[in-house]
Nanobody, 121 residues
Framework: QVQLVESGGGLVQAGGSLRLSCAAS??????MGWFRQAPGKEREFVSA????????TYADSVKGRFTISRDNAKNTVYLQMNRLKPEDTAVYYC????????????????WGRGAQVTVSS
């Protein structure tokens, strides 16, 4: 059984930082991604990373502020979020698939349950 478990969400003031973690188990997931969904809005792509970590991609709204990384020995993907803004408030979801690449759409096979990130102004 494949499981993705996010952690590290919370409440932070604007301008602050948080680091999300996503621990995977049950299967090797080569391409990992982060998505988010704000209240009343559709889920949107945030970032993705290849198996080697050498390939990454970001949504324009987070480029330069967020950094995705992974530790394959720990089966964990991270999302370092700096200079947070109130508009970053959302539930953040980790996603993975057993093929390598940099998928920016929702066609990932496996999803976590999400972690709440709230940025106060």
């Amino acid at each position: 059984q494949v499981q993705l478990v996010e952690s590290g969400g919370g409440l932070v003031q604007a301008g602050g930082s948080l680091r999300l973690s996503c621990a995977a188990s049950g299967r090797t997931l080569y391409n990992m991604g982060w998505f988010r969904q704000a209240p009343g809005k559709e889920r949107e792509f945030v970032s993705a990373i290849t198996w080697s970590g050498g390939g990454t991609t970001y949504a324009d709204s987070v480029k330069g502020r967020f950094t995705i990384s992974r530790d394959n020995a720990k089966n964990t993907v991270y999302l370092q979020m700096n200079r947070l803004k109130p508009e970053d408030t959302a539930v953040y979801y980790c996603a993975g698939r057993p093929r390598d690449g940099l998928l920016r759409t929702s066609e990932y096979e496996y999803w976590g349950r999400g972690a709440q990130v709230t940025v106060s102004s």
